[in-house]
């Protein structure tokens, strides 16, 4: 079975970090560029990073850059987000997906991946 499992999430104070991962199980994540999103209520899900297969290339949102990284570990099978410097506005589920190619081509559209895990909640609240 085809898998991909984010964890790591939590509620943190402003300012705070978190390092969320995601695991991929029934495939090796080698051969996929990787990208975050999350959606916080009432909103639309947004793209975050995006990571190229090698970890070569690395895209950012706006709104995260400079405090977040994205990297991976494909001896591991697994990609992660570092976010630092939290804000409440970072407050969201955050999922992990599979791009249909090795680059982040057009990273930020969602329909551009084939694989989904079932989030984590991230709340950043003092």
């Known amino acids: 079975q085809l898998q991909l499992v984010e964890s790591g999430g939590g509620l943190v104070q402003p300012g705070g970090s978190l390092r969320l991962s995601c695991a991929a199980s029934g495939f090796t994540l080698d051969y996929y560029a990787v990208g975050w999103f999350r959606q916080a209520p009432g909103k639309e899900r947004e793209g975050v990073s995006c990571i190229s297969s090698s970890g070569g290339s690395t895209n950012y949102a706006d709104s995260v850059k400079g405090r977040f990284t994205i990297s991976r570990d494909n001896a591991k099978n697994t990609v992660y987000l570092q976010m630092n410097s939290l804000r409440p506005e970072d407050t969201a589920v955050y999922y992990c997906?599979?791009?249909?190619?090795?680059?982040?081509?057009?990273?930020?559209?969602?329909?551009?991946?084939?694989?989904w895990g079932q989030g984590t909640q991230v709340t950043v609240s003092s």
């Open positions: 997906a599979a791009h249909g190619s090795v680059r982040c081509s057009f990273w930020w559209g969602a329909p551009n991946y084939d694989y």
